[in-house]
């Protein structure tokens, strides 16, 4: 059977597995390799949400922008529910600092990038969670310090900066954006050659966009594996808490979907707005937090990869869990 791009998709999690399994035989077979992993992981990430961007009607995200209950229902779950859930299976670390503040420091944050991704492979509502993804990045850069502050302590708050978060919203969110608008907008131009060309680069989008999640995936835990392995004791209650997160946010979300009255795509969007983490965008916050927290970014990237299998396993769970 030749691989096409409708195989590779329908057999997306299969592809997504692999991709986890080889990033990490790289990254442990040869450690050297994850500073090149993780500087291309970014831009590869980029490509994706490219991809994404491409088959979103980018012309009806005023119409979702102007869901109020969706809107409403995505920040009462990620600013709302996701601290208070946060905070309780966070005290289940607070004797060890570093570890509880990259507990926070994760948590605490939505994710603003590929959880539309994840959102659309499960059927998700992903344009009105597009619409949301920039609400959602000022508010977590308001309310993170102020979280901080209040969970593991005012020293924790002053080192936190905005510049990675605004960072992450030009080149993950803005620039791939525009580009898909770009795209989007020769495809429908009265020009013939102009519109063959969007067309082309739509399709190719389209049929790339298996590949480059697997790449990203990939790339993610080739870079970051070995630290995990070499701290994997101290990681333990960590992964514990983040686990029990994954598993609380997926029923917080979906029963919050109901209670809002959303349609299907709505809540199986909005569970995974509360399940996926900004934990790409705040590893440069926990590298940058300086002596005493050298275990700290460690946790965001046990975050990281716990986080991608349980997303790879929610995009054939929740439909399930979701589906009328």
Do not use: K
């Not at 980029?46 to 009607?57: C, H, R």
């Not at 539309?116 to 619409?131: K, M, P, Q």
């Not at 480059?212 to 993610?220: E, I, P, R, Y």
């Not at 101290?234 to 209670?259: C, D, H, I, S």
């Amino acid at each position: 059977m030749p691989v096409t791009a409708a195989v590779l998709e329908r057999h997306q999690v299969a592809v997504y597995a692999a991709a986890l399994a080889a990033g990490a035989t790289v990254g442990l077979a040869a450690p050297s390799s994850a500073d090149a992993a993780g500087t291309l992981a970014t831009p590869v990430l980029a490509l994706t949400l490219f991809a994404t961007f491409l088959g979103v009607p980018l012309g009806r995200l005023g119409d979702a922008a102007r869901d109020r209950r969706f809107l409403g229902a995505v920040l009462a779950v990620n600013f709302g529910v996701a601290p208070l859930v946060a905070f309780g299976l966070s005290r289940l670390v607070v004797d060890d600092h570093a570890v509880l503040v990259g507990v926070l420091l994760v948590l605490l944050t939505p994710c603003i990038d590929y959880v539309i991704v994840f959102t659309d492979l499960a059927g998700g509502a992903r344009e009105r969670l597009l619409a949301a993804t920039p609400l959602l990045l000022v508010i977590q850069m308001a309310l993170l310090p102020a979280y901080l502050w209040l969970m593991a302590g005012p020293e924790v708050a002053a080192p936190v900066e905005p510049e990675p978060f605004i960072e992450a919203l030009v080149w993950l969110i803005a620039v791939p954006l525009a580009a898909a608008a770009v795209v989007q907008r020769a495809s429908r131009s009265g020009r013939a050659r102009v519109a063959r060309v969007g067309h082309g680069v739509a399709r190719s989008g389209a049929d790339a966009m298996v590949p480059l999640m697997a790449l990203t995936l990939g790339l993610v835990v080739a870079s970051q594996i070995a630290g995990v392995a070499r701290d994997l004791a101290a990681l333990v209650p960590a992964a514990m808490v983040f686990v029990a997160f994954a598993g609380a946010m997926v029923a917080m979300g979906a029963a919050a979907g109901r209670v809002a009255g959303l349609d299907v795509a709505g809540r199986r969007a909005l569970t995974f707005s509360g399940v996926t983490r900004n934990s790409l965008v705040v590893l440069p916050l926990a590298l940058a937090l300086g002596p005493g927290f050298e275990l700290t970014p460690v946790v965001v990237v046990t975050q990281t990869l716990m986080e991608l299998a349980v997303l790879v396993a929610l995009v054939r769970l929740v439909p399930r869990l979701i589906a009328t």
